[in-house]
């Protein structure tokens, strides 16, 4: 089992950026991968999600066009770059990984194994 730590997180201002990171213990090719939050009372949510080879990328609505995921396969990471943060995308990110060749499920029960989480925490 492919074992996820997620880093950079963090307190930024509205507006600003952070980029998460999220190293595997093993490679993780023909593996999807992808980004979920949850913030505090709420359900797990997709943000982003990745093609194994990196071809395809989905994003949810409310984050289009202001996160970016990209994976680098010689390092075992996959990132989401964070622009224009704001106080609404406070939550716990977590990433996902499942083996699937043709692009990447969006929903969390479509995910086989999960990273333990970073803070991402916006001020308004």
């Known amino acids: 089992q492919v074992q996820l730590v997620e880093s950079g997180g963090g307190l930024v201002q509205a507006g600003g950026s952070l980029r998460l990171s999220c190293a595997a213990s093993r490679t993780f090719s023909r593996n999807a991968m992808g980004w979920f939050r949850q913030a505090p009372g709420k359900e797990r949510e997709f943000v982003a999600a990745?093609?194994?080879?990196?071809?395809?990328?989905y994003y949810a609505d409310s984050v289009k066009g202001r996160f970016t995921i990209s994976r680098d396969s010689t390092k075992n990471t996959v990132y989401l770059q964070m622009n224009s943060l704001k106080p609404e995308d406070t939550a716990v990110y977590y990433c996902a990984g499942v083996l699937r060749r043709v692009g990447a499920p969006v929903s969390p029960p479509d995910y086989d194994y999960w990273g333990q989480g970073t803070q991402v925490t916006v001020s308004s």
């Open positions: 990745i093609s194994w080879t990196g071809g395809s990328t």
